[in-house]
C-alpha cells in the first residue's frame, strides 16, 4: 500500500490534465483509506504502526497534522480547517493525531449531509490544545452520545460489537496511548468532536 501511494504522488506530480489527475486524488484517498484500514486493525491488535517517527523527530506543525488527516478522508473538500497554530506535535505522537484525526473527520464527513461542511477549529492554553470538529448532521439521541463518550474514555477490548464502531474504537485506543481526550458533544448545528492534546505533545516556543 505504501509503495501504491509513493506510485499514485509521482503520477499526480507528472500529470497536467485536470480530468486526470482528479481521478488521480481520487485514488490516492482510496488508497489512504484502505491504509488507514490495515493500520485499524493492527491498533485493535495492539501493535505499532510502520509510519510511526522516531521519538528524536523535531515534529510536525499541528496544521500540518490536521491537513495530512484531511488529505485521508475522500471527502476532504467538505472539510473547513481554521487551524493556523504551527506548534510543533512531538514526532512520536503525531502519526497517531494523524490517524484519530481522519478517523473523526471520516465520521463527521460520512454522517451529515453531503453538501454540509465539516469545520475545525483551534483553542489552545497554557496546559494544552483543543481542536473542535462540527459537522451539520442528525447528530446523536443522548443515551447514543453517553454511549460514544464512554467508549472514547476507556479503550474496550475487541469484539463483534466494538468492530461495528471500529472507528471510535481505534479513535478511543490511540487517544489513550498519548493520553489526548477525545469527546462527543451535542452542537447547535450537529455534533462536535473535542480533542485536547495535552502540552507535553507539543513543543511550544520556550518550552524545553
Known amino acids: 500500500m505504501e509503495r501504491q501511494l509513493r506510485i499514485l504522488d509521482e503520477m499526480e506530480r507528472e ?24 493500520e485499524n486493525l493492527l491498533v485493535l491488535a495492539g501493535g505499532q504502526m510502520r ?65 454540509s461542511p465539516v469545520c475545525v477549529t483551534c ?23 453517553l454511549e460514544a463518550n464512554a467508549l472514547l474514555k476507556m479503550p474496550p477490548d475487541l469484539s463483534i460489537a466494538a468492530s461495528e464502531r471500529m472507528g471510535l474504537v481505534v479513535v478511543s485506543h490511540l487517544a489513550a496511548r498519548h493520553q489526548i481526550r477525545v469527546s462527543l458533544s451535542s452542537s447547535s448545528a450537529g455534533t462536535s468532536a473535542s480533542v485536547r492534546i495535552p502540552g507535553d505533545l507539543l513543543f511550544r516556543e520556550g518550552k524545553k
Do not use: C, K, W
Not at 482528479?22 to 489512504?32: N, S, V
Open 15 to 38: 500529470e497536467r490534465d485536470p480530468e486526470r489527475l482528479a481521478a488521480l486524488f481520487q485514488l490516492d484517498h482510496l488508497a489512504a483509506r484502505l491504509r488507514r484500514n490495515d
Open 51 to 115: 509510519r510511526r517517527a522516531d521519538d528524536d523527530d523535531p515534529g510536525v506543525p499541528l496544521d500540518g497534522v490536521v491537513l495530512a488527516a484531511l488529505s485521508e478522508v475522500e471527502s476532504y473538500q467538505r472539510i473547513r480547517s481554521d487551524v493556523e497554530d504551527g506548534t510543533p506535535v512531538s514526532g512520536h505522537a503525531a502519526p497517531d493525531l494523524i490517524h484519530l484525526l481522519a478517523e473523526l473527520f471520516d465520521n463527521a464527513t460520512a454522517f451529515s449531509p453531503p453538501d
Open 123 to 145: 483553542e489552545t492554553d497554557e496546559i494544552g490544545t483543543t481542536l473542535q470538529i462540527t459537522d451539520e448532521g442528525i447528530g446523536l439521541a443522548p443515551g447514543a452520545l
